[in-house]
């Protein structure tokens, strides 16, 4: 593809749209989260001149394929496109050269589209009939194709200013970084969790991810693991750094306790609650609103809704599930398309301490008795 062609009265500059919920907010809540966004673009790619207006941000200055890619990490624009800018009494001559250049094949389907803003004698329809028909004049062997075409150029007309584009390059979509405040998230690098953390940070939440480490029942290298993934989270939240926590030593008395108790099936919910628990005095110390899990209903090892409940009652602070109605494929899913996925799969962790058959149903008042003997 070509880039940056510079014609006389054509600028190329980068159109960006923030998330279109962004707009829906009050004044005062658009302004800050606007502001926000500026400032994390401005953060990822340097010091660039950004012109604001009425739902669109331009950036004006050239900017290199690598900023561009880091565009694509920013909660809270929903797309971008590289763009001509022309003035309206210009568009046609420009069309016509945009296309000699960038669209110029034979032998396909095309459609215009054209957005519209301001005050204009004619309607989005109307100009991309008329461009179309332009484009049809100069190369009588296209066809135009409005469902399926080969080829789309774009023009986007904002009073006088016109902005001709081919690409509409996809964002991380979502609200802008941490304007809903913070969260723990019970982090293990496992699909689940890494999902449910970005998911989380893609609606505006900064994360504080806690880590267990199982210590003694640890089979494979999760605390490995638990970095890899890290450092890909890192890139949409720059200080995603895991509260590392020794669990083995609280697993070895759990798992004695339960032995004498002959209740060797509730290791996991036993487990879960003490997660729960750090995970509190955590998010009080550093003033977070819940928790944040990868669990979902129906899944493996303890994620029955009796056993849900069971460990909402270990704290007093809401705990959020973002998986919770999805099923492992749909997770899947979501997970190759954030990136994830992979990274996640390739380094194997599993806990030892599973006992054959975990509870399904767990018994709160069994399972308080005995924790008294545990927890201090
Ligand atoms: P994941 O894919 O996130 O590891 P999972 O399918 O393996 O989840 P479980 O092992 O039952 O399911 O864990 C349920 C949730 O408990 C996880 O999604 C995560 O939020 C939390 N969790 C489990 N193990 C750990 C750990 N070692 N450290 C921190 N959180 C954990
Ligand atoms: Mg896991």
């Known amino acids: 593809m070509q880039r940056s062609i510079s014609l006389a009265g054509v600028t190329d500059v980068l159109l960006i749209r923030p998330s279109a919920e962004i707009f829906l907010k009050s004044e005062g809540v658009r302004r800050s989260w606007e502001k ?11 010091e660039v001149k950004l012109r604001k207006g009425r739902g669109r941000i331009w950036i004006e200055n050239e900017i290199s394929p690598e900023a561009e890619e880091r565009l694509k990490l920013i909660f809270g624009i929903q797309s971008f496109s590289r763009c001509e800018r022309c003035d309206l009494g210009e568009l046609e001559v420009k069309v016509l050269d945009f296309w000699n250049r960038r669209g110029n ?7 215009v589209r054209v957005k519209r803003t301001g005050l204009h004698e004619f309607t989005s329809q109307e100009m991309a009939a008329k461009i179309g028909a332009l484009i049809l004049d100069h190369h009588p062997d296209l066809k135009v194709n409005l469902d399926n075409p080969d080829y789309i150029i774009y023009i986007e007309i904002r009073d006088r200013d016109c902005y001709i584009f081919d690409e509409v390059i996809e964002g991380a979509g979502g609200l802008p970084y ?8 019970l982090f293990s690098g496992g699909v689940d969790s890494s999902l449910a953390c970005w998911l989380m940070m893609q609606r505006g939440s900064v994360i504080i991810p806690v880590y267990f480490d199982l210590g003694v029942f640890a089979g494979g290298e999760g605390v490995k693991r638990a970095e890899k993934v890290a450092s890909f989270l890192q890139l949409y939240q720059r200080d995603f750094k895991p509260v590392k926590i020794d669990h083995g030593v609280f697993l070895s008395e759990v798992k004695r306790v339960l032995k004498e108790a002959r209740l060797d099936n509730y290791r996991c919910l036993f487990c ?3 997660m729960y628990r750090v995970a509190e005095k955590i998010a009080a110390r550093e003033g977070c609103k819940g928790i944040v899990t990868g669990e979902s209903l129906g899944q493996v090892a303890s994620q029955t809704l009796d056993n849900l409940f ?4 270990a704290v007093d602070i809401p705990v959020f599930r973002p998986l919770i109605g999805l099923d492992k494929m749909e997770i899947e899913r979501l997970a190759r398309k954030v990136g994830v996925y992979e990274i996640c799969i390739s380094i194997k962790e599993e806990c030892l301490a599973i006992p054959e058959k975990p509870i399904t149903s767990g018994n709160l008042k069994k399972i308080l008795d005995l924790e008294s003997a545990l927890i201090d």
């Open 105 to 111: 094949k034979a032998d396909f389907t095309f459609a």
């Open 36 to 46: 926000i966004l500026y400032t994390e673009i401005k953060k990822a790619i340097g």
């Open 310 to 313: 069971v460990l909402d009652q």
């Open 272 to 274: 879960k609650r003490e």
């Open 178 to 185: 941490g304007v809903e405040g913070k969260v723990v998230a």
